[in-house]
């Protein structure tokens, strides 16, 4: 029986780096599998934009091996770049053109015949609900019709790997939905997507691994479901109308913790329906009163803030 071997669309052992006596990175490991979205969360400071940098040939690392799209990163840098597409944060679009300008532009870069340039851009324009403003200057666009533009001109070239740093950065609500379902989207082609961002419900939407970095290591990896386990914290807050309901509260629970208000617990539940319902039942059976309740289940803000420290130093925060 034949065994087909998938390459994985990103792969580092031991991946290092300094700036000066300031250690960034400081020996990772990371494979990622084609058609996936992995997401990398950390402080400022903790190595993210460095790691991203690395991996786009954009600086070279002081360490470690490193393929990228199947290519090694040092002896193939070419290969890499024509196999990767970059959205950064800030956007690379040119505000003086228009936004088929821009396209057209990026189709000349990648060296597409002309015929084969304008299908392309037309298609991008189509994909991405530009086609009204595409004779329109780039200045004119909101910021999540730039991002739209900005994330288009990445796929000219059909990369097999995007790398998304801080894609969502000062959109509405409304544009960062449209983004998210961009990015499904293309997952759903084979694209692999690297995601660095500081939202992290956007991490907890759209991410199938998260890995997590501290001061240059990476401190925990795993499905969101995964890390979310690994945290306690989840609760059941319940308030109370008044001294006397909170006191027979008290009496009849096993497990409980005095909340920041007067008249609030806290009990430990794991979110599930049977926590809940073995909790009410002991507030029917001693006759409690509760006025309000309220289910927290511990999230990616409490992984985060558990297993990260902040940055090393303002002068790493950049980095």
């Known amino acids: 029986m034949t065994t087909t071997r998938i390459t994985p669309a990103i792969v580092a052992t031991g991946l290092r780096k300094s700036f000066g006596d300031q250690v960034v990175l400081d020996g990772i490991d990371l494979t990622i599998p084609p058609g996936t979205v992995y997401s990398l969360l950390g402080a400022n400071g903790a190595g993210k934009t460095t790691t991203v940098k690395i991996l786009t040939t954009l600086i070279r690392a002081d360490g470690g091996d490193i393929r990228v799209a199947g290519h090694d990163l040092t002896a193939e840098p070419a290969a890499v770049r024509a196999a990767i597409g970059v959205t950064g944060q800030f956007s690379a679009v040119d505000n003086l053109l228009t936004g088929r300008e821009n396209l057209l532009l990026m189709a000349d870069l990648h060296h597409l015949a002309r015929s084969e340039g304008r299908r392309r851009?037309?298609?991008?324009?189509?994909?991405?609900?530009?086609?009204?403003?595409?004779?329109?200057?780039?200045?004119?666009?909101?910021?999540?019709?730039?991002?739209r533009l900005d994330l288009a001109m990445t796929l000219v070239g059909r990369p097999r790997v995007i790398f998304l740093d801080e894609p969502t950065t000062g959109l509405d609500p409304r544009s960062r939905l449209s983004m998210w379902q961009i990015v499904r989207e293309l997952v759903?082609?084979?694209?692999?997507?690297?995601?660095?961002?500081?939202?992290?419900?956007?991490?907890?939407?759209l991410s199938d691994r998260i890995?997590?970095?501290?001061?240059?290591?990476?401190?925990?990896?795993?499905t969101?479901?995964?890390?979310?386990?690994?945290?306690?914290?989840?609760?059941?807050?319940?308030?109370?109308?008044?001294?006397?309901?909170l006191d027979a509260a008290v009496r009849?629970?096993?497990?409980?913790?005095?909340?920041?208000?007067?008249?609030a617990l806290r009990v430990p539940g794991d979110g599930s329906l049977h926590s809940l319902k073995t909790l009410l039942d002991q507030l029917t059976a001693g006759a409690v009163e509760v006025e309000e309740l309220s289910v927290h289940t511990t999230d990616l803000d409490d992984v985060f803030l558990s297993l990260t420290h902040g940055s090393p130093d303002s002068k790493a925060a950049s980095r």
Do not use: C, N, W
């Open 121 to 147: 851009v037309t298609g991008l324009l189509e994909r991405f609900d530009l086609v009204e403003a595409a004779e329109k200057p780039a200045s004119t666009y909101s910021g999540g019709m730039r991002r």
């Open 188 to 205: 759903a082609e084979g694209v692999t997507i690297f995601l660095t961002t500081q939202y992290l419900a956007e991490a907890d939407e």
């Open 211 to 222: 890995a997590v970095l501290d001061h240059g290591r990476l401190v925990a990896e795993g």
């Open 224 to 245: 969101p479901d995964e890390l979310k386990r690994r945290i306690p914290g989840g609760h059941v807050r319940l308030r109370f109308g008044d001294q006397h309901s």
């Open 252 to 263: 009849v629970l096993d497990q409980f913790s005095y909340d920041g208000d007067a008249l």
